[in-house]
């Protein structure tokens, strides 16, 4: 049976493919004056020693029969390192989306944060990364399109012919308002709030199938705290004699300890040579998610 086969991180690219993005029409966007915030990076500390514990639930199968899970997962800035010639922040998250470990990528400069892969990654997350998952100053509301991308290899055989899948792949991610927001660690003012989807077409490689997938994740991220909570939601419609999965997320920060930003990574940084301009294709590289960290994985 299909169910089960792909886990969260195969299904939307792992790390997420959090923070994604969810498309909102230019036209709604301008109908309300935008509101900027200049101190972006405050609300993405990655001091090396900052440390995150989340609450975590998920609800995952066919409808038939759904299965109800809770998960503890800690989320860790263990050091950077050189990737490419560029420095990145390292993340390690002990159980992100109850799916183990997992070790992410991060850049942050003076334009936004750049999400660069994950260990173990997936072969198509190895094609869509380096992308960006925020722009600085952050714009409330606003909306870009991160990616769309055709004819991917999905590094899965769905329909068991020895032939791994094509996928096209297409994320945006929006920023859509402040609320107060109540988790265990606490009540948050003005968190910012963003929303995130990820769509999927996946050819199967007999009998000229298709099958759909999407991933939609709402993240809330607090002033000098970080993320706080999100929730994500993937579907992955039916193939052949398998049901489709339905997959429910959701964790929220229980404690937390950050330390000042001063040395931080890339606060002032310039941006990353040659990508991230104004340029849209320039943001085309997707978990997740809002994976691990920042939460690519929303």
Known sequence: MFTGQLTTRQ???GGACLLLGLVIL??????DEPIIIAQSADYFPDAVGNRWTYRGQITEGPLQSIEYKFFTNVSTVKETQTIKGVIVTVFHDTNPGNQGPLTSFYRRDAVG???YGSDPGTPLERQITPYQIFRFPMKIPSSFQQFDRTGLNFGTDMDRDGIDEKVDVRGWSSLVGHETITVPAG???EAVKVEARMTMRIHLSRGHRSAAGTDVTTAWFAKGVGLVKYSERQELSAVGEDHGVVTEITEELEEYKVNPSKDSLSQLDSPSEGIFT?????????QVVLATGFRAHP
Request: charged share 10%; glycine share 4%; hydrophobic share 55%.
């Open 11 to 13: 299904f939307l690219a």
């Open 278 to 286: 104004d340029h849209a294709g320039d943001h085309e590289l997707s």
């Open 26 to 31: 230019p036209a709604a966007l301008a109908a």
């Open 113 to 115: 944060i750049v999400y």
């Open 187 to 189: 009540t948050f003012q």
